[in-house]
């Protein structure tokens, strides 16, 4: 495969789905991905990681490389750790980063990831929860990704999700810069 890498499988992510089972009105707090991203409309999101507004000065959003944690990240240390852990190991600076639903039978539309802050980074899925793996296209590849996997995949190329199992996918999706 040259769109998707294997990074880590069997991660204990007990804890992390701990913490996001301790308030199911976490996903309704947060919508402007699913209002303002048509082809995220079907998905629902908890920023854990966003850009810096302040930074934005005349540049679009997606040409923004400042990010910070959260006001709600506070609610997910866990999380957290696991964003930081991950960047110190592997050297690399924090992006942006989410927990992202998608209920049974939705779908996130085909698309690229465009603007120059995601043409220098590389983004990360952790499989949370999925009850028969999380089906992936890049490009001409699919793939069904497992609970308890770490992938990384092209975001620079066209790529899209279909839930089509019977409960909810859960992922944590996250970008790193590499130092």
Request: hydrophobic share 30%.
């Amino acid at each position: 495969m040259k769109n998707f890498k294997l990074i880590a499988s069997d991660i204990d992510t007990q804890a992390i789905l701990d913490e996001l089972d301790r308030d199911p009105e976490i996903w309704n707090k947060s919508t402007g991905r699913q209002d303002k991203i048509p082809v995220q409309k079907e998905s629902r999101s908890i920023p854990i990681r966003g850009l810096v507004k302040s930074k934005i000065n005349g540049r679009k959003r997606r040409d923004v490389h400042e990010s910070r944690f959260t006001t709600t990240s506070k609610e997910f240390p866990v999380i957290v750790d696991f964003i930081k852990k991950f960047a110190e190991e592997h050297n690399a600076e924090m992006g942006r980063a989410k927990v992202v639903n998608l209920k049974a039978g939705c779908k996130v539309y085909p698309h690229i990831d465009r603007g120059d802050y995601y043409k220098k980074r590389d983004r990360y899925h952790l499989v949370l929860r999925s009850n028969d793996g999380s089906f992936l296209t890049c490009e001409d590849e699919e793939l069904r990704m497992k609970e308890g996997e770490l992938w990384w995949f092209d975001n620079n190329k066209a790529h899209g999700a279909h839930n089509d199992s019977d409960g909810d996918r859960i992922h944590l999706i996250f970008d790193m810069l590499a130092k």
